[in-house]
T-cell receptor, first 114, second 117 residues
Framework: DQQVKQNSPSLSVQEGRISILNCDYT??????FLWYKKYPAEGPTFLIS?????DKNEDGRFTVFLNKSAKHLSLHIVPSQPGDSAVYFC?????????????FGKGTLLTVNP | GAGVSQSPRYKVAKRGQDVALRCDPI?????LFWYQQALGQGPEFLTY????????KSGLPSDRFFAERPEGSVSTLKIQRTQQEDSAVYLC???????????????FGPGTRLTVL
């Protein structure tokens, strides 16, 4: 049973437009959420995170929105650039003794076309 | 380099062979993690070390999988009697602090792609 779901395997957008990547979770105990970006043949790199006490976190072109009631989060990239083309993973963790344990979604391949 | 390194980057094994995968975490990082990423899936947690202590091995899929970090730095993931379903990318990650709190950032290595024939 997948606890973190990224239902769109791929997304294609034009350079300069907004990219919106979505993520849903089922475990209500999750209270910390992260987005990782992965280029081919490299490990995932941390992009941005959000705690469940917030509903928005912004870092430059990247903004993550959290809707706890819907158990949904999204990553917005504005404006999108060709270098943003990568696989994006949503991950979640819970407070407490196992807060180190990240549960990942399957990822969404973003392609930004020049 | 200053990042997490893993070796070998690629490993082909015949079914039944034993393999050993190495991870060099970022210097001074206390926490070390192993993940397994099957094709088309996200990384799945295998095990967690704090220094040399293996605090959580709940994600190891079977007793054929064994991980160690004897001196609290380099770690080795060993898979005995490999099976085809073990084919995956094995990712190592490290983190500076023991318990990941607000800034729950794990730094990942490039992974070892294991193919079992």
């Amino acid at each position: 049973d997948q606890q973190v779901k990224q239902n769109s395997p791929s997304l294609s957008v034009q350079e300069g437009r907004i990219s919106i990547l979505n993520c849903d979770y089922t475990n209500s105990m999750f209270d910390y959420f992260l987005w990782y970006k992965k280029y081919p043949a490299e490990g995932p790199t941390f992009l941005i995170s959000i705690s469940s006490i917030k509903d928005k976190n912004e870092d430059g072109r990247f903004t993550v929105f959290l809707n706890k009631s819907a158990k949904h989060l999204s990553l917005h990239i504005v404006p999108s650039q060709p270098g943003d083309s990568a696989v994006y993973f949503c991950a979640a963790s819970r407070s407490g003794g196992s807060n180190y344990k990240l549960t990942f979604g399957k990822g969404t391949l973003l392609t930004v076309n020049p | 380099g200053a990042g997490v390194s893993q070796s070998p980057r690629y490993k082909v094994a015949k079914r039944g062979q034993d393999v050993a995968l190495r991870c060099d975490p970022i210097s001074g990082h206390v926490s070390l993690f192993w993940y397994q990423q099957a094709l088309g899936q996200g990384p799945e947690f295998l095990t967690y070390f704090q220094n040399e202590a293996q605090l959580d091995k709940s994600g190891l899929p079977s007793d054929r999988f064994f991980a160690e970090r004897p001196e609290g730095s380099v770690s080795t993931l060993k898979i005995q009697r490999t099976q085809q379903e073990d084919s995956a990318v094995y990712l190592c990650a490290s983190s500076r602090i023991p318990l990941l709190a607000d800034h729950n950032e794990q730094f990942f290595g490039p992974g070892t792609r294991l193919t079992v024939l």
